[in-house]
């Protein structure tokens, strides 16, 4: 029985996310690339409401749409005011393990729009949290 391509080079892709987070960030190791992205994105999704993150991963392949929805339960979306507070609640959940740099967040949303096809990134550019859109815009101009 033939699998999905998307099944077959899962693994591949997700560690060329990790590679170019790794890159982007400065990190020394993948491990750091992988808390950090799993971090924003968690962080992300208390900032969503549970149709946002089930369209956001949607949008998403395999690997990266698990991480994004590991451990998830509904709950109502907390207000986000700005690229700033969301990298201050990824870093007080990160800061015991790793540093992550202040650009944290800009760098992981970066990562993803630029690894998405034209017709997912713009279905998850559309569900983020008006303070993060001015983000994902300048990563994806194509939209």
Request: proline letters at 8%; hydrophobic letters at 40%.
């Amino acid at each position: 029985m033939t699998q999905p391509q998307e099944i077959v080079q899962a693994s591949k892709q997700f560690q060329d996310w990790l590679a170019a987070l790794k890159a982007k960030s400065m990190f020394s190791t993948h491990n750091q690339s992988f808390a950090s992205m799993r971090g924003v994105m968690h962080g992300l999704r208390r900032h969503m409401d549970t149709d946002q993150i089930l369209t956001f991963a949607d949008a998403l392949p395999p690997l990266p749409r698990g991480l994004f929805l590991e451990g998830w339960r509904p709950a109502l979306a907390l207000p986000l005011q700005s690229e700033a507070q969301l990298a201050k609640e990824v870093y007080d959940n990160l800061t015991a393990h790793h540093s992550p740099p202040e650009t944290i967040v800009s760098d992981v949303l970066a990562t993803i729009a630029q690894h998405l096809d034209p017709h997912n990134a713009k279905m998850a550019g559309e569900q983020l949290p008006t303070a993060l859109k001015p983000i994902w815009s300048k990563h994806r101009q194509d939209l």
